[in-house]
C-alpha cells in the first residue's frame, strides 16, 4: 500500500476526483441486473424493442422528467403525429408540455 500511496491519496489535491466510483457502478448497476433480463426477451426483435425501451426511458430521467409521465405524454399523443413532426417527442423537447399537463 505505500508502494501506491500517492496514486491512493491523490483526490486530496484534486477536488475534481472522487473518492470512490459509486456514481459510475450505481450507473451501470441497471444494465447488470437487466442483463438476465434480457436472455428472456424471446427473440432479437424483441431484444431492440427493450433497448428502445430502456432508451427512452434513460432519456426521460437524464433530462429530469418522470419517466412513466414521459411514456404516457409520449404513447398519448404519438397516434395523432406525423412522422414528420416525431422530433417533438424527443424528451429534451416535451419537458414544457409536461409541465403545462401537470398543471
Known amino acids: 500500500m505505500l508502494d501506491r500511496w500517492q496514486a491512493l491519496t491523490r483526490y486530496v489535491n484534486d477536488g475534481r476526483i472522487e473518492i470512490d466510483n459509486n456514481i459510475a457502478e450505481q450507473a451501470l448497476r441497471t ?5 438476465k433480463n434480457w436472455l428472456h426477451c424471446g427473440s432479437d426483435a424483441g431484444g431492440e424493442r427493450a433497448a428502445a ?27 395523432d403525429l406525423p412522422i414528420t413532426r416525431i ?9 414544457s408540455a409536461l409541465a403545462t399537463e401537470s398543471a
Open 31 to 35: 444494465v447488470a441486473v437487466g442483463r
Open 87 to 95: 422530433d417533438e417527442m424527443l424528451p429534451w423537447n416535451v419537458t
Open 53 to 79: 425501451m430502456y432508451s427512452l426511458i434513460g432519456s426521460a430521467k437524464m433530462n429530469g422528467l418522470d419517466p412513466f409521465a414521459y411514456l404516457r405524454h409520449v404513447l398519448t399523443h404519438l397516434p
